[in-house]
């Protein structure tokens, strides 16, 4: 089947402005993350979902970071009032059963550009 | 606080020849580790992980050896080839899930 789905691939916006971005993870798998990766940098961890609850948003860097997955399936990462420091690459993984252990499937990522 | 870190930004290496990317890790309780590759443009994906009750583990052209005493951990690629040039980082994942990912190792393969 279909890999991590992420819309958009890019998205340019002007800083203050709101951002939606999308992840459609792989079908059945229960847990999903968001990793946000700046240039030359590791993926750094944002938050992580075990069905519809946020099991950890330890990473969440400050309450203009936001995401929901209200069905257990796609999930939207929310971004209000953007700085530019918000520019990155979001990368949104899933995983069978968020164990702790095992592969995390990543998708090819939503790469934000804040003006 | 927990930290995942890489020897090396870059590797280079001719065609052919094995390649060491090398890691340490602090924390001494850590379990899980996984090794992963990123090529330009994409989205890490899994190459192999070890867990902590374990020194060794071999997977098709890939080792990765743990040594717990001194916090290192090591991916050895056989016979490189120009499709394994990327960013390869390693991970450790921790009680909840998540993984903590080092700033990564760029491995360049000459031909």
């Known amino acids: 089947g279909a890999g991590v789905s992420q819309t958009p691939s890019n998205k340019v916006t002007e800083k203050g402005k709101y951002v939606e971005l999308r992840c459609d993870p792989i079908s059945g798998h229960t847990a999903l993350y968001w990793y946000r990766q700046s240039l030359g940098q590791g993926p750094e961890f944002l938050i992580y979902f075990q069905g519809t609850g946020a099991a950890d948003d330890s990473g969440l860097p400050n309450d203009r970071f936001f995401a929901v997955r209200p069905e257990g399936s796609v999930s939207t990462l929310k971004i209000q009032r953007t700085e530019r420091g918000d520019s990155a690459v979001y990368l949104c993984a899933s995983s069978p059963t968020g164990s702790g252990t095992g592969e995390l499937f990543f998708g090819e990522g939503s790469r934000l550009t804040v003006l | 606080g927990e930290s995942v870190g890489l020897h090396l930004p870059t590797l280079s290496v001719q065609e052919g020849d094995n390649s060491i990317i090398n890691c340490a890790y602090s924390n001494s309780a850590s379990d899980y580790f996984i090794w992963y590759k990123q090529e330009s443009g994409k989205g890490p994906q899994f190459i192999i992980d070890?867990?902590?009750?374990?020194d060794k583990r071999q997977g098709q052209r890939v080792t990765v050896l743990l040594n717990k005493t001194v916090k290192h951990l090591s991916l050895q690629i056989a016979a490189t080839q120009p499709g394994d040039s990327a960013v390869y980082f390693c991970?450790?994942?921790?009680?909840?899930?998540?993984?903590?990912f080092g700033q990564g190792t760029t491995l360049q393969v000459k031909p």
């Open positions: 991970a450790e994942n921790s009680n909840t899930g998540k993984l903590i």
């Open positions: 070890i867990r902590s009750n374990m």
